[in-house]
């Protein structure tokens, strides 16, 4: 078996990483852990280089969600006491919208609980993607199941980039949802691509997933050819189905990141919800771990990090976030 200086090096040449090759690299632990995470800060800068890209996101319709996601707090089978409404008012979306632009984010995201967007609110969505993109942000949508017509709307209406999370291994799925399958996120993932739009999608981990689940997640991934991997970690919320999961180790949430950057050097690997709660006072690793975006700000139904405090991150580092 090659070792990690041999797989570094296989990947730094161009090569791609095998599926041994990443399970021998996930079974990594002790002391080694820093010279794996060493080697994916070494392929981060070769292929993504300096510079970190920054997201924000509003959420625009809250709960009252029929699918059943065993993490999630606005799922029907949730009892978590959240706050419940329908899709903001532009104007809403707009103030946070600036909000992320002032504070540094260069990408922002309309997310909507639910299976998916009903032709009303596209269209209304599709209206505010317009007034985002002339404010000089890239607009990004998470709308659910959406076709390649629905997509099609909205980049008419210059959305840049559509996020559609596969969340874990096509055999695992059904242990976290029932009421769609692995298939059909594949064939959002599909249409987004058909549609010309940028792709954003990765996962969660921390739901009960082994490594080999992550594994093959990643290679599902590279083979749909997303720009942009976010890596979200669990946080069990009471009231979900999940509210007894613990929360990842430090270490084995880094150890995630240096895998992804290893089998997808090229793409950009987005650290999102669940990272301060999970990495505690390894959070400033993320880097070094070979992380290139962060989801800033809050997130969903959780409180997540303020953009001035990320920017000082980014800058510790002698990283410098994209404008």
Known sequence: MPMIKDIEKKVLDGGAVAREEALYLSSIEG????ELLAAANAIRNRFRGAQVDLCAIVNA???GCLEDCAYCAQ?????????????????MILEKAREAREGGAR????????????????????????????MGLLPCATLGLLTVEELGVLKDSGLERYHHNLETSERFFPEICTTHTYEDKMKTVSAVKSAGLSLCSGGIFGLGEDWADRVDMAFALRNSGPDSVPINFLMPLKGTKLESMKLLEPFEALKIISLYRFILP??????????????????SFIFFAGADGLLTGNY?????????????LIESYGLRYRE
Do not use: N, Y
């Not at 002391?31 to 820093?34: D, L, Q, R, T, Y």
């Not at 609980?113 to 209304?124: A, C, H, T, W």
């Not at 090229?266 to 959070?283: P, S």
């Open 75 to 91: 799922s029907s089978a949730s009892s978590a006491g959240i706050a419940h409404f329908p899709l903001l008012e532009e104007e």
């Open 61 to 63: 319709r809250s709960g």
């Open 107 to 134: 990408r922002f995201c309309i997310v909507t609980s639910g299976r998916k967007v009903s032709v009303r609110d596209l269209e209304r969505i599709a209206a505010a993607v317009r007034k985002i993109r002339a």
């Open 300 to 312: 969903l139904t959780t409180t997540g990090r303020d953009f001035e405090d990320d920017l000082k």
């Open 31 to 34: 002391a080694e852990a820093m």
């Open 266 to 283: 090229h793409k950009e690997i987005r650290v999102c919800g669940g990272r301060m709660q999970t990495l505690g006072d390894f959070h």
